[in-house]
């Protein structure tokens, strides 16, 4: 058995976030609040050890999960690979226009949401699948790492328990990028430098919303404090994930819906991550098995301060 810690990170604010604008897979940089954000999640992990660290080829993620890293104490070299199936969603010819503009096509389509794909672009089923596919290939990579093999997926291992039940909580709302007003915009400020990252990697993207000022929910496991170090022999891995709102919220999807994990609140785990908000599970893995997780806490945005981020 192989047991690694996943730390999965959103992106810090961009000016199209605050403007409401679609990014999709559009290349934008982190605002002045977006390089502060991203500094402050950098100081609440600095501490904590990344021995491997994945990212979506898009600066605003890139340069995120840079300053992440040059605040960090403990992970000297970690491996970094950029993976494009980490991107955001795709929107198409609607990248660059505005949320509103998006919702009346949908409307006007007479499509469910997550069946609605803009011209051009993906549906977030199209997003799950690719976030999906980067999970097994991080939980297989890492499961080889350690000589035990190939691990189980969805399609091919039966639930634990052998059944398919699954005790999620409430249902989320796939509309969940569009559950904030659009006067309801927020910001702050600071600036750093453009970013690089080494290593190279896969495939896809995804992107798009909000999260809730509710508290992280925690799960009765440490919500990794500024001076938490991690035992070294806990863990055979430490991973540090970084991407984009619709991307993290189709994989949490996947987690809950298809591996099990169980949440308070399924409606509060499927809204968006705040920019530079915080997600954490500890992850098991077995050989011929699928990967069991356990939900330390989500959405956690405590360590911001006052920085007031619009998360679209």
Not at 12 to 24: A, H, V
Not at 91 to 112: D, I, M, N
Not at 155 to 160: D, S
Request: aromatic share 6%; with cysteine.
């Amino acid at each position: 058995m192989a047991t690694f810690l996943l730390t999965v990170v959103r992106h810090g604010e961009t000016r199209e976030n605050k403007e409401f604008i679609l990014q999709g897979q559009m290349n934008t940089n982190l605002s002045d609040v977006g390089y502060h954000q991203a500094g402050l999640a950098g100081k609440r992990l600095m501490n904590q050890l990344f021995t491997h660290v994945y990212t979506s080829d898009l600066n605003r993620v890139l340069q995120t999960s840079q300053v992440i890293l040059d605040k960090n104490v403990l992970s000297k070299s970690p491996r970094v690979k950029v993976d494009k199936r980490l991107r955001e969603r795709g929107f198409g010819e609607v990248e660059g226009k505005t949320v509103s503009e998006l919702r009346a096509l949908v409307e006007k389509s007479g499509q469910l949401p997550q069946d609605f794909k803009p011209p051009g672009g993906e549906s977030p089923l199209q997003v799950k699948a690719r976030a999906e596919a980067f999970f097994h290939d991080l939980c297989n990579d890492l499961a080889a790492e350690v000589g035990i093999g190939q691990v189980g997926t969805p399609q091919n291992v039966a639930m634990a328990d052998g059944t398919a039940e699954r005790d999620c909580g409430l249902e989320g709302n796939v509309l969940g990028e569009w559950n904030v007003e659009e006067g309801d915009s927020k910001t702050s400020v600071t600036q750093a430098s453009n970013s690089t990252t080494s290593g190279t990697a896969s495939k896809n993207d995804t992107e798009v919303t909000i999260a809730s000022d509710s508290q992280p929910q925690n799960f009765g496991v440490s919500t990794a404090s500024d001076s938490q170090t991690e035992d070294s022999e806990k863990y055979n891995a430490r991973v540090l994930l970084v991407s984009h709102g619709g991307t993290i919220r189709e994989l949490f999807r996947h987690l809950i819906d298809d591996l099990g994990c169980k949440v308070k609140s399924k409606r509060f785990a499927m809204q968006i991550s705040p920019n530079c908000g915080i997600s954490q599970f500890v992850v098991q893995l077995k050989r011929g098995k699928r990967p069991a997780l356990s939900c330390q806490f989500l959405h956690d945005k405590s360590h911001l301060d006052n920085v007031l981020e619009f998360q679209l």
